[in-house]
């Protein structure tokens, strides 16, 4: 009977023990998932108030050490196979103290030289680095022997600050007043590349649109799908500011009139036949080709435009959720502001959607690269015979009309596979449509050299 009770006793001491870290866990656990859901719902402690116009980053880190700390990473120069840049050593002058640069696009490819005889393009165009030198490669580049405009600034640092200074409060006559000044006067009055402020609002960290020129011109686009009074800042969805903001800078532009106003030329669409019709209607040029004498056009860098007509931006997917895509520590999930190809971040950039191997999502765009090289490659030969052509065409005393017709053929074909190479996602952004402008191109050109 007394083996029954010890033998009792000491299961049920046992059992009780067990009761008890059972509890235990229990406890901690639900004071942990407790402590997480604190951590997330108060994921943002401002240390100190940030002023409306403060544009330096490192303030900003203070509150937002992660974000901060990924914004300093875009320092990186990683090449991916069809883009990237490499670091490369150079050695400092009294005009370039760059110590660093990335590889020059004209050397590795003489065609653009061509392309651009007498613009300052022609003189140098360097692979893009990540946005730590987007102010310092603009100040810095051979480009600046011909004298640019103020208007460059508002694609290659953070302005906002600027002009709401200039304007005495008003943004938009900053804008205008930020425009008009030689670019050595206008870059005094910055100090940072594209910064928080650009894109959040110092309230309460809502993204916003602070760029007069994507304002206005979105406004003109929305006008042609039947939406009239379009205001960004109030009507756009959440998602569609993830992709605005990248969007104020990653688009095809002009400088309109003496004034050399930040123009988007979206008033007819997005695409890229659309932008070259209103320049046709607007009798717009940024130059005189030096060998063909065509009133020609520069293309900039549309990747809105360009992934406006590819699958990603019918799916809903925004510039964020590939350059910048969510990423956690501890409870805590913000947007990886270390912007950058999805292919050097590809589990957290595609795989969140695509449910294959990285390596097979690698093929697929090093795939669709290579087929765009391919078609890229031809339209630019082509576009070299037609440019010969017309300069054999002069030098031979071919009559003036057959020459203008020819020249008109240029400056489209030029603009068109300019408008692709300039680019930056070596046509991933929307393949079909890429290819599309491609042979439009291609088609101009053989239109010239025929025309003569």
């Known amino acids: 009977m007394k083996k029954i009770i010890v033998f009792l006793s000491t299961k049920y001491f046992f059992l009780g023990i067990i009761v008890s870290l059972l509890s235990g866990g229990i406890f901690l656990l639900a004071l942990n998932i407790m402590e997480k859901k604190n951590e997330a719902k108060h994921s943002n402690f401002i240390i100190k108030e940030i002023g409306d116009l403060e544009d330096d980053p490192k303030v900003w880190g203070e509150s937002f050490p992660q974000q901060y700390e990924d914004y300093l990473k875009t320092v990186d120069q990683v090449r991916t196979k069809h883009g990237g ?3 490369l050593p150079q050695m400092p ?23 651009w005889l007498g613009y300052a393009f022609s003189k140098d165009f360097r692979e893009e680095r990540g946005h730590a030198y987007m102010l310092e490669d603009q100040i810095y580049t051979g480009r600046q022997s011909v004298p640019q405009p103020g208007t460059c600034l508002n694609c290659h640092a953070s302005t906002y600050k600027a002009m709401v200074v200039l304007g005495d409060g008003n943004l938009n006559k900053g804008f205008e007043a930020l425009n008009k000044l030689p670019y050595h006067e206008a870059v005094k009055n910055v100090k940072h590349p594209v910064s928080c402020i650009d894109c959040h609002n110092p309230k309460d960290m809502s993204l916003r649109v602070t760029r007069p ?7 003109e686009y929305k006008k042609t799908v039947g939406v009239h009074n379009y205001d960004v800042n109030k009507m756009a969805t959440r998602q569609e500011m993830r992709t605005f903001v990248c969007a ?16 988007f030329p979206w008033h007819k669409g997005l695409k890229a036949d659309e932008i070259l019709s209103y320049y046709e209607d607007v009798k717009f040029k940024d130059w005189v ?3 063909t004498g065509a009133n020609m ?30 990423k956690r520590v501890g409870a805590k999930k913000y ?4 912007v950058r190809s999805p292919m050097l971040n590809i589990n957290r950039a595609c795989q969140t959607c695509h449910n294959v191997s990285e390596n097979e999502l690698m093929d697929r765009v090093v795939t669709i690269q290579d087929r765009h090289i391919q078609m890229r ?3 630019l030969n082509t576009l070299m015979e037609l440019i010969k052509a017309i300069d054999v065409a002069q030098k031979n005393g071919v009559a003036k009309e057959k020459l203008d017709k020819a020249r008109e053929f240029h400056r489209k074909a030029s603009f068109l596979v300019d408008f692709v190479e300039a680019e930056n996602s070596t046509g991933f952004h929307a393949p079909q449509e890429a290819a599309r402008v491609l042979m439009m191109s291609l088609d101009y050109s053989r239109k010239g050299i025929e025309s003569l």
């Open 297 to 326: 056009l520069k293309a900039q860098h549309p990747e809105f435009e360009m992934w406006s007509q590819g699958t990603h931006a019918k799916a809903g997917v925004s510039c964020t959720d590939c350059h910048m895509p969510y």
């Open 213 to 219: 020129g994507f304002i206005e011109g979105i406004a």
């Open 289 to 291: 080709h030096k060998t």
């Open 335 to 338: 947007s990886d502001h270390h």
């Open 93 to 115: 002058t009294k005009n370039d103290p760059r110590v660093q640069v990335s590889q020059s696009k004209l050397e590795e490819d003489h065609r653009l030289v061509t392309m």
């Open 248 to 263: 104020q800078c990653h688009v095809e532009y002009y400088f309109k009139g003496e004034d050399k106003r930040l123009t």
């Open 85 to 87: 840049s490499e670091a």
């Open 377 to 379: 490659d031809m339209a």
